[in-house]
């Protein structure tokens, strides 16, 4: 499956940003999807999971009550309702998906995950 992520840029602390990443070449409603971040210098984070029916999601603690994950399968995408944004959240904005198709569970380490998108890089300014 190829992941082309998109939607990240420039915002200032407090704005809001939506990230998209739209999925081709494999059937993108069967896989539960995530959202990772890199931080500048750091080691890549998870954001959020949404499992393949879109019917529950999980956090990071950093980005609970900020961030929204949800999915549009009949068009192959999924989103990153980004709000409150503080500066900590700069970082490349990646999505991937799960290796393995349906399950319930929420996954949140990388090695569960097959397929990444080249990311996207979202700045948030104080």
């Known amino acids: 499956v190829q992941l082309q992520a998109s939607g990240g840029g420039l915002v200032q602390a407090g704005g809001s940003l939506r990230l998209s990443c739209t999925a081709s070449?494999?059937?993108?409603?069967?896989?539960?999807m995530g959202w990772f971040r890199q931080p500048p210098g750091k080691e890549r984070e998870f954001v959020a999971h949404?499992?393949?029916?879109?019917?529950?999601?999980y956090y990071a603690d950093s980005v609970k009550d900020r961030f929204t994950i949800s999915r549009y399968n009949a068009k192959n995408t999924l989103y990153l309702q980004m709000n409150s944004l503080k500066p900590e959240d700069t970082a490349v904005y990646y999505c991937?998906?799960?290796?393995?198709?349906?399950?319930?569970?929420?996954?949140?380490?990388?090695?569960?995950?097959?397929?990444w998108g080249q990311g996207t890089l979202v700045t948030v300014s104080s």
């Open positions: 949404i499992i393949w029916s879109g019917t529950s999601t």
């Open positions: 991937a998906t799960n290796r393995l198709p349906f399950g319930s569970s929420w996954y949140s380490d990388p090695t569960d995950f097959g397929s």
């Open positions: 070449g494999r059937t993108f409603s069967s896989y539960g």
